[in-house]
Every structure is written in C-alpha cells, then in structure tokens.
C-alpha cells in the first residue's frame, strides 16, 4: 500500500468519544485523512484487537493504511497495514521481522542523537516532534518547533511526519519544514465536525 503522510489521523479513545471513534474516523477519512493510527494507551488486547478489526473493516478500499501504535501483537492479530513505536517500545529489527518486509514501521524521533541510530533499511517513516506542548501526550518530550522540526525532517534519511500541538493552520508550515504532512489527534478528534476538521488541513 503507497505511503501518503500528508495528514495522520491518531485515535485517542476519550477525545474520539463524542461522534465514536469508527464515525469519527470515517468521517475524517471522508475530508482527507490518509492514514489512520490506532492508539490506545489502556485497552486490554482483546479490547484493542476488536476495535481494531472495526477499524480495518471500515477503511478496506479506502486506500487508507491503518497502523496500530506501539502494539506488535495487536497489529500481528488484525493484520494490520503497519505498526508505530517510540523510542521505549520495543526493538525496530524484532518489531520488522515479526511483521514482514511489506508492512509499514514507523518510529517517534524527537533528538539528533536518535535520528543518527535509525536503521532506515528497516523503516518506512518517522515521527517527528512535538512541535509544540500538546495535553493528549501527558509524557511528551520538549517541544522542538519548526526550527527544530526543519533541522530533523533536512537530516531524516525517511519521510517524516510532524506530530505534537498542531492545527489547520500549519500545514504549510509543517510542509515548508520538511516533513510530508501532519500527524494529529485533537485538531480532529472531539471536533464538532471531523470531516470538516480534516478538510481544513487539505485546504492549506
Ligand atoms: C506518527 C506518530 N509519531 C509519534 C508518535 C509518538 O509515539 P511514542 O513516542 O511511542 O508515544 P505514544 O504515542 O506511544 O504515547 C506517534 N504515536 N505517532
Ligand atoms: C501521540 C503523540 N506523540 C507525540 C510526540 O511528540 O511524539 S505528541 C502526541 C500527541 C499529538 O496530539 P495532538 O495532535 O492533539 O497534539
Ligand atoms: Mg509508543
């Protein structure tokens, strides 16, 4: 499946909860969203699998990649499209031979230092941030701005996502820092109309 990370769609199961996360999703699908990130930090992996097969069933023939965070074994149940991992997650070789040479593996890359140990050989993008201070990550790293944001995406031997406190608003900025696109949970989920939250990005 071709790779678009123009705009990122993170579920979070509290912010989503106002329209459901599948309508939400598919909604946000409907304005432009071009992969879709399954993320749940308490679910149990019956739990988190169920929802997960919803999801897969709702984005098949959209062309849409749906990508489980952080849980191999979730991804590995649902044969999902790919799986994303931060620097404590778990390791890029054991996490790229459980799932295979054509499913997508992406990485959270918030230093230099941790930019020059990723094995671009076994990735597909990165993830880059926070750009900015951001409530739906209690335990993000410091903000790294689109300074920061221009410098990693210009070193980044992958194509890479911006993600931390971003809006419509910066879409051209993330584009003009060097990154693909924008990755975002509350500039989509919680929003009163998520399909037009999603076009807002599209427009810019
Ligand atoms: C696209 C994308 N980029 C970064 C992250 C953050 O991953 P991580 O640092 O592992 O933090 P959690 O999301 O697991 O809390 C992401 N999920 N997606
Ligand atoms: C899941 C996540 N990872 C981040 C990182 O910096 O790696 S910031 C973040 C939350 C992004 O949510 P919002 O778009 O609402 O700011
Ligand atoms: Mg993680």
């Known amino acids: 499946m071709r790779l678009d990370l123009s705009l990122y769609l993170i579920t979070d199961p509290s912010l989503c909860a106002e329209h459901g996360l599948l309508e939400t999703v598919v909604a946000a699908v409907r304005g432009g ?3 879709v990130q399954l993320r749940d930090k308490y679910a149990s992996e019956p739990e988190l699998v169920a929802q997960a097969r919803r999801l897969k069933t709702a984005l098949a023939g959209t062309g849409v990649p749906l990508i489980i965070n952080d849980r191999l074994e979730v991804a590995l149940a649902v044969g999902a499209d790919g799986l994303h991992i931060g620097q404590d997650d778990g390791d890029v070789l054991e996490a790229r031979q459980a799932l295979g040479p054509d499913a997508i593996l992406g990485l959270s890359v918030q230093t230099q230092e941790q930019l ?4 671009s050989s076994r990735l597909d993008y990165l993830g880059l941030g926070p ?5 739906s990550k209690g335990d993000h790293a410091q ?3 689109f300074e920061g944001l221009a410098t990693l995406a210009a070193a980044s031997p992958l194509p890479a996502v911006a993600i ?5 608003e910066h879409a051209a900025a ?4 060097g990154a693909q696109g924008a990755a975002v949970i509350s500039a989509i989920c919680g929003q009163p109309d998520p399909e037009a939250a999603a076009r807002a990005f599209v427009r810019q």
Request: hydrophobic residues 55%.
């Open 164 to 168: 931390g406190g971003l809006k419509a």
């Open 174 to 177: 993330v584009r003009a820092a």
């Open 143 to 145: 903000p790294i701005g």
């Open 33 to 35: 969203v071009t992969v």
């Open 131 to 135: 750009v900015f201070a951001t409530s």
């Open 116 to 119: 020059a140990r990723v094995d």
